[in-house]
């Protein structure tokens, strides 16, 4: 036989491999699908109400680690059990009823009443095609590396909740991953210094080496500023990181677009390290930061019911005009939004969002942005410093509950932690 592959990328989402075999002898056919990327920072756990046929017909990336649910039925569908896959939500139902059906000649001959019970739970699962009552579908993956499609993007889906988490000890281990330890190095001051380690291409996988200094940002706080340099495919990222440690409370700031002079307005959008809060000296604090760790803020225009979440774009530091124009190109490079791909409903939405955009970044239209960021560690110039800004205005907040945990502070033990009979250090 045959076998096929393309790497293609999923909307809003990433880039995957899908690989397909066929064999012209006895018809035997199969499809799987594998990340192009690596295991991300955070595991992901999608949860969809499907109370539609609609809902059926959602895009599904389902790797091999993933674990697949339907709590209404008590019906999960373990991790390695079935290989990575490019489907839908019916499609699912429709796998797991056949390999339920695979084996049913066998047990009615041998166990005529399992054979009973199994062909009832397979109505079951087909009735849920029908969607008289409406159901949940939970799929969760510990690599990151799964996805359901929210149709109504860029715009966030009420039926469809996302949530990121922190890989538990055992789901690293099934993953094959350690924590490394780096050992603890002595306080020095690196204003001066830049940093450099080894790593591999995002794009092309070749090694490739990322340069990391530490920045004072005027009126604000110390910041990571690392790049990376490919020199086999010549691609170039940079990002910005936090240097210093998580604020007591988490800052929302909303600006009143009403001139196309706000647009030259500078803005740091931050990720966090994960290292300045934990008081290391700062050689070990951009020792252990890198570029793929989580980004906090996230950006909404409510004029355009648009939100781009915190894992997006990653930190920058720019101006509102270049952070805004790297939201229309996150659409519009895309091919399977507005391509030949696209289907045309979603394509006119999405070119008419482009056009919004557009009109923002010209200055012709007045909206509210707005930057939330648990951490506290993202900014908007004040263009009447020291003075308020009357279009200005930055709120504290107390963070939730699953704010903290997200950022990992609900695990964090700062005092107590040494065994009995030890001093800390």
């Known amino acids: 036989g045959v076998t096929r592959l393309l790497l ?60 697949a649910r339907i709590p209404e039925l008590d019906f999960e569908i373990p991790a390695f059990t079935q290989k990575g896959v490019l489907t839908t939500i019916e ?24 054979a009973d019970k199994i062909e009832e739970f397979m109505g079951k699962l087909r009735r849920l095609k029908e969607v008289g009552s409406s159901f949940t579908f939970v799929l969760d993956d510990p690599s990151g590396n799964s996805f359901v499609e929210n149709p109504r993007a860029p715009q966030r889906d009420e039926a469809l909740v996302v949530t990121r988490y922190r890989r538990s000890p055992q789901q690293a281990a099934m993953l094959g991953l350690e924590l490394e330890e780096r050992p603890a190095d002595s306080a020095e001051d690196l204003r ?25 940002i005027p ?64 050689r070990a604090a951009l020792t252990r930061c890198s570029p793929s760790q989580s980004e906090t803020c996230s950006v909404e225009i409510p004029e355009l019911e648009f939100e781009l979440g915190m894992g997006a774009l990653g930190g920058k530091f720019t101006t509102l005009e270049g952070l805004l124009k790297d939201i229309r190109e996150l659409v519009e490079r895309n091919p399977f939004t507005l391509g030949d791909s696209s289907a045309p409903g979603k394509a006119a939405k999405l070119q008419e969002f482009v056009g919004k955009l557009q009109e923002i970044i010209e200055g012709k239209a007045e909206v509210h942005f707005v930057m939330d960021d648990p951490a506290g560690n993202s ?29 990992g502070l609900n695990d964090m033990k700062t005092e107590g932690y040494e065994p009995p009979g030890c001093e800390p250090p």
């Open 8 to 67: 293609t990328r999923i909307p809003f989402f990433k880039e995957i491999i899908v690989s397909s075999f066929a064999c012209d002898s006895c018809s035997w056919s199969n499809t799987e699908i594998q990340s192009a990327g690596r295991i991300q920072e955070q595991g992901v756990r999608y949860t969809l109400a499907v109370t539609s046929r609609q809902d059926l017909n959602r895009e599904v990336v389902k790797t091999d680690c993933a674990t």
């Open 219 to 282: 009126h604000f706080k110390e910041v990571i500023i690392m790049a990376t340099n490919c020199d086999s495919c010549g691609h170039r990222t940079n990002e910005v990181k936090s240097g210093g440690a998580i604020e007591a409370q988490g800052t929302r700031i909303t600006l009143r677009i009403t001139d196309p002079s706000d647009m030259t307005r500078d803005v740091l959008k931050v990720g966090w390290c994960g290292a300045g809060g934990l008081g290391l000296s700062p």
């Open 91 to 114: 499609g699912i139902i429709d796998r797991a009823v056949a390999g339920l059906e695979q084996d049913q000649p066998v047990r009615r001959a041998t166990d005529p009443e399992v």
């Open 379 to 407: 900014y908007l110039q004040n263009m009447y410093a020291p003075e308020e800004d009357p279009e200005l205005r930055v709120e504290r907040y107390e963070r939730t509950f699953e704010q903290n945990e997200e950022l």
């Open 192 to 216: 001066n210094e830049v940093l450099q380690f080894n790593t591999n291409c995002p794009e092309c996988n070749a090694p490739a080496s990322t340069n990391m200094k530490l920045v004072q």
